[in-house]
Nanobody
Framework: QLQLVESGGGLVQPGGSLRLSCAAS????????VGWFRQAPGKEREGVSC???????NYADSVKGRFTVSRDNAKNTVYLQMNSLKPEDTAVYSC?????????????????WGQGTQVTVSS
């Protein structure tokens, strides 16, 4: 069973921090790019960040300077550190792996979606 499981979401006040985890089972993440996505009610899913197999990273303009993506291949896990959170960051956050294991974020065909974890930023 190939699976990605997101965890670490919750309720936080504006300006607070959370660290999300994306843990893989049934396959190895080493050769895969991993993307983080989010979807707020009534909006389309948007890309948040991506980390390549060689640990190159990119970020959406809306989160640049506040979020950091990293990977620990020994734990088969990718993380998203979220700082200075804003109410606009409220969404369900999901992770996905590059389907073909080519490793690049550019033009990646993401698959192996997790169920997502809820992040709520509110006073």
């Amino acid at each position: 069973q190939l699976q990605l499981v997101e965890s670490g979401g919750g309720l936080v006040q504006p300006g607070g921090s959370l660290r999300l985890s994306c843990a893989a089972s049934g396959f190895t993440l080493d050769y895969h790019a991993v993307g983080w996505f989010r979807q707020a009610p009534g909006k389309e899913r948007e890309g948040v960040s991506c980390i390549s197999s060689s640990s190159d990273t990119n970020y959406a303009d809306s989160v640049k300077g506040r979020f950091t993506v990293s990977r620990d291949n020994a734990k088969n896990t990718v993380y998203l550190q979220m700082n200075s959170l804003k109410p606009e960051d409220t969404a369900v956050y999901s992770c996905s792996a590059d389907s073909y294991g080519l490793g690049s974020c550019n033009g990646a065909d993401f698959g192996s979606w997790g169920q997502g974890t809820q992040v709520t930023v509110s006073s």
